[in-house]
């Protein structure tokens, strides 16, 4: 298939086909732009992909799948239900094309977007990570800029505020870029929501994101977690992430859950001028039992063990978007319920990863 072709391509996918038979309770729901620039004909793409197995499934009569309304694009004769493949199977099939669409996508954009990088960091988070880097005695300096709101559990100031346009632009961008997005299904939260990490299908991969997402996971992430919580070191190789939006008239709370994870990172993206009421972070409090209610700013991080209670509470006007990043062992491991801090050198800590990625993802 010709390069030129493959963001168009997606298009088809998915104001075709992703509408009707191809959709499946079981895997969620795809995130689709809601204007797309163009409608290309059902033909074009038959006569290119009939020999493709995603194809099977019956495909509407008309000319024209937005015209014809909804009754028209997901009407199916019952005899081809055994045959319509799941969105499963959709990721799986065409992983690699999404991924080159990602790459043409941001080469054509690349004036429109900004370069993300460590300017993105809060200049005394960066500044104290850099020396504990270079000098691992120096990361009491990075555990000065944390707050415990909680019992072992951390709020601090992550992003520089005057940066975070660069990085919702981009985000903006890419949920309108017309390239399906696999949203995070396992919480609800699946409008404008996208997974971020690589072992997850369907996720962002343009690759100036993933070169910053890899930055926050190895340079900040995964060091500051060995710092606060030691026991964790053996269950941090992998990775995983999402980013989630709330909002009053469509997913506007979380209710009371832990996470599959060692240690997560809950980063608010907020710009300045976007308030919101309501959507408070209640976390159970280990040592008094009782749940600690907090609210995200701009740029603001909260970072705890998964195994840490916490619930999003409604919210009630604007609306608050986050990333969600999670470190785990091996095959999804984690450390045991009750595991005990232990004495960990500094230089164990700022070290770089070497282990190798698996293709484990929780949901």
């Known amino acids: 298939m010709r390069a030129c072709c493959r963001v168009e391509v997606i298009n088809i996918i998915l104001n075709v086909f992703i509408p009707g038979a191809c959709l499946s309770t079981r895997h969620g729901v795809i995130n689709c732009p809601t ?31 937005v015209a014809a309304g909804p009754r028209a694009r997901t009407s199916f004769p019952r005899s081809h239900a055994a045959a319509r493949p799941s969105v499963q199977q959709f ?4 992983r690699q094309l999404l991924s080159d669409a990602w790459r043409e996508w941001e080469a054509v954009e690349q004036d429109d977007l900004a370069i993300l990088d460590s300017g993105l960091i809060d200049e005394a988070l960066r500044t104290a990570v850099k020396q ?21 559990v951390y709020k601090f100031q ?76 053996g269950y941090d190789s992998q990775s995983f992430g999402f980013s989630i939006h709330y909002q009053p008239t469509t997913d506007a709370s979380i209710r009371q859950h832990t996470d599959a994870s060692s240690v997560t990172l809950n980063i608010n993206m907020n710009l300045p001028d976007e308030t919101f009421e309501g959507s408070e972070l209640d976390v159970l409090d280990a040592a008094s039992g009782d749940a600690v ?56 800590r700022w070290v770089s990863s070497s282990a190798e990625q698996d293709d484990f993802a929780p949901f």
């Open 35 to 65: 204007s797309p620039k163009r409608q290309p004909s059902c033909r074009k793409f038959l006569e290119q992909t009939s020999h493709d197995p995603f194809c099977i499934a019956p495909y509407p009569t008309t000319a024209d799948p």
């Open 158 to 233: 992550l992003f520089d505020v005057e940066h975070i346009a660069d990085l919702r632009n981009m985000l903006e961008q890419a949920w309108d870029a017309g390239i399906p997005l696999r949203p995070p299904y396992g919480i609800v939260l699946n409008r404008r929501g996208a997974m971020l990490d690589r072992r997850s299908e369907g996720y962002l991969a343009a690759p100036s994101f993933q070169a910053f997402y890899q930055q926050l996971l190895d340079t900040y992430m995964r060091p500051i977690s060995r710092l606060l919580f030691p026991e964790i070191i």
């Open 293 to 348: 209610r907090f609210s995200f700013t701009p740029g603001s991080a909260m970072l705890h063990r998964g195994n840490v209670p916490h619930a999003a509470q409604p919210i009630t006007s604007g609306q608050r978007s986050n990333l969600v990043l999670w470190l785990y062992g091996e095959r999804g491991q984690i450390p045991p319920q009750g595991a005990q801090r232990r004495a960990i050198p500094a230089r164990d």
């Open 91 to 94: 990721w799986d099939s065409h």
């Open 132 to 152: 504990a880097w270079e000098n691992p005695e120096r990361e009491t300096d990075v555990k000065a800029l944390m707050t415990e709101v909680a019992t072992d």
